[in-house]
């Protein structure tokens, strides 16, 4: 990079924009961070002001109060609420940290978890079910953290995109042979997606995958046959 | 004897809240609504037991936290926050917090980490 650098002043004002822009990308997730830990706060109060009325009608069992089952429901939906406003408030607050720093030593199975929670909502608008499946055994990567969720979630996107009604996608985790790679796998209600090797290289997605993958050092393998309806992506 | 417990917190309808709840469970609650204050009434003697907060305005809970450890080292601290990342969690447990959880917390988790602070005071005592 230094050398690419010394010699051409594009490169330098392209690598001066880029480090403009990871600034500003940790500006946004501290920013981010600071408003999903502001919401933790406002979750807990609600939490613990729900749970204080649960245990004021748990002390009063025995006294007359009609509307007793109504009023215990709506308590137990304030909790369910709080708990799904905390692991969404979690996810984005991970999301936001991921910003911090350009580089970093990552897992590759917390990274596709995350990528996976914080995309399902996408997909569930297409009727598609998103999953993620890790390795056993932590895969860690020197990676780009931020760069590698938006990779994965342009990966996720250009299958949603091969797809014409309701399915599933899963991304797994890999280590087999040595490389850790993504398989990137779909069926549909019919079975699998024969030609989703000439539908995804198609797909509005799969331009930025493959540049944003380029920068991460990883590459995208499509199998001509035998692989229908999923495909892989392998990091260096 | 009910277990005497200071809960530090600079959210002052969280404090309310969170404390009626452990007091109708039989502890005794004293509440700071920041860490100087805190620092005070430790050094008062109220409580054996302390529930902290991490990021406050002024002195912030791992401050705190490190001044506990160096002034009284037998107190039990509980680090209860809504802002903690795992960096924060690995220098509070260095600077000696038996538990640390996140908010909103269980209820029955918090319960469960006085239970061991008491059997903990008890080995200290």
């Known amino acids: 990079m230094r050398r690419a650098l010394g010699c051409s002043p594009l490169l330098i004002f392209r690598w001066k924009e880029t480090s403009v822009a990871a600034d500003e990308l940790a500006f946004f997730g501290k920013i981010a961070a600071g408003v999903t830990h502001e919401l933790k706060n406002v979750l807990a109060i609600i939490n613990e002001s729900s749970g204080l009325m649960t245990d004021l009608m748990a002390m009063s069992k025995d006294a007359s109060f009609p509307m007793r089952d109504r009023f215990t429901r709506s308590i137990g939906k304030i909790e369910q609420q709080v708990r799904r406003g905390v692991e969404i408030t979690s996810n984005f607050n991970r999301f936001a940290h991921s910003m911090d720093h350009p580089v970093v030593e990552a897992d590759l199975n917390a990274v596709v978890a995350l990528t996976v929670a914080l995309s399902e909502r996408f997909a569930r608008l297409k009727n598609i079910r998103l999953s993620a499946i890790a390795e056993p055994e932590p895969v860690i990567l020197s990676t780009q953290p931020f760069r590698l969720q938006m990779a994965l979630t342009r990966a996720a996107e250009a299958v949603m995109q091969c797809l014409d009604g309701p399915g599933a996608i899963s991304l797994q985790v890999q280590k087999g042979g040595g490389k850790p790679s993504v398989l990137i796998s779909c069926e549909t209600e019919s079975g699998t997606l024969p030609d989703l090797p000439s539908l995804i290289r198609a797909s509005s997605h799969w331009a930025e995958l493959e540049s944003l993958l380029d920068m991460l050092g990883a590459s995208v393998e499509v199998a001509e046959s035998g692989g229908a309806g999923s495909y892989r992506i392998v990091f260096a | ?125």
């Open chain 2, 1 to 125: 004897m009910a277990l005497n417990v200071l809960l530090v917190d600079d959210e002052e309808e969280f404090a309310d809240a969170f404390s009626e709840r452990l007091r109708l469970r039989g502890f005794t609650l004293h509440v700071a609504n920041s860490g100087e204050k805190a620092l005070r009434m430790i050094a008062d003697g109220v409580a054996k037991v302390v529930i902290l907060d991490l990021k406050m305005p002024g002195m912030d809970g791992i401050e705190v936290l490190r001044r506990i450890g160096k002034s009284h080292p037998g107190l039990q601290v509980m680090i209860l926050s809504g802002h903690g990342s795992e960096k924060d969690e690995a220098i509070a447990r260095n600077l000696g917090a038996f538990e640390y959880l996140r908010k909103p917390a269980d209820i029955e988790a918090v319960l469960e980490a006085l239970k061991r602070a008491e059997n903990r005071l008890g080995r200290v005592e």
